[in-house]
């Protein structure tokens, strides 16, 4: 009886292994952006982003002159 297989079977089975796969990931990106230690490092990450900017924005302006 557990060797066949049908159409319903494949279709629970699927769904199953989608639910898991959501599951698994959500808790995994929720971990990655709620993660005290990220939270801690967010001003420094912050800085880094208005250094990266202005750089940017003097390169620009060197290339337009």
């Known amino acids: ?3 066949t297989t049908n159409q ?4 629970i ?13 959500s808790m ?5 952006f709620l993660s ?5 490092q967010q001003n420094r990450l912050d800085s880094y982003g208005q250094v990266i900017s202005a750089g940017m924005v003097a390169y620009g302006q060197q290339l337009g002159r």
Not at 36 to 40: E, N
């Open 1 to 3: 009886m557990f060797t």
């Open 8 to 11: 319903n079977t494949i279709v």
């Open 13 to 25: 089975r699927n769904y199953i292994i989608l639910a898991a796969t959501i599951m698994f990931a």
């Open 28 to 32: 995994g990106l929720t971990d990655t």
């Open 36 to 40: 005290p230690t990220r939270a801690g």
